[in-house]
C-alpha cells in the first residue's frame, strides 16, 4: 500500500488562537497594551518591546498552554483532511517541555492527528518530514515558504505579522479553515 498524502500544520496560530492570550499575559504582567495590530513582523519580542525571556516564560508554561482557545473551525478542518485520505502531521516550534499540555490540549479540543513534532521552527520544519507533503500549513511566512518547495499546496495561515509580500506560485493565503483543502478533491 502506498504511504498516505502527508499534511503537515503547524499549532500556533493556526490550531490555537495563541497570541491574542499572550498579549493579554504580558499586558496585564508588564503593564502594556499591545494588540494584534502591533504584531507587524513575527515573534512577540521582535515585533513589541518586550523581553525575550517573559515570551518564553509563557511558552514553556503547561497551565499557559492550556488555557489557549481553538482557533475556529480547526478542529474539524483536521478531521476532514484525515477523511479524505491525509496522514497528519503537527510540527510546531513549542519545546518538549510543553508536550504533555499540548497532547491534553489536543484531545480536549478533539483533534485528530497521526504524529506531533515538537522544537522545530521556521524553515527548519521540512527536515523533519518523512516524505514530500501533500500540502502545508503555517503562519509564518520562512515555514511557508519552505514548505511550498516540497510540497504541492502550502497555506499561509492569514495573521497580522504576514501580511506582506507575495510568495511562492503555489502558495495559498487563507483567512480560515474554510479554505484549507486537499488539492484535487
Ligand atoms: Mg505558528
Redesign the pocket.
Known sequence: MPDAPLAVI?????LADTTPLMLDHLNRKLGTAYTMDDMHVFGMSQALSIPREEVVLLINSNEFQMEIAPMPGAAAGLARLREQGCEVWLVT?RPEIVRPSTEAWLARGGFAYDHLVMGLAGSEKVEALPRAPLLAC???ADAVTAYAAVAQVAYLYARPWNRDGAGPENMRRVEGWGEIIVPGR
Open positions: 503547524d499549532i500556533d496560530d493556526v516550534g503555517d503562519d509564518r
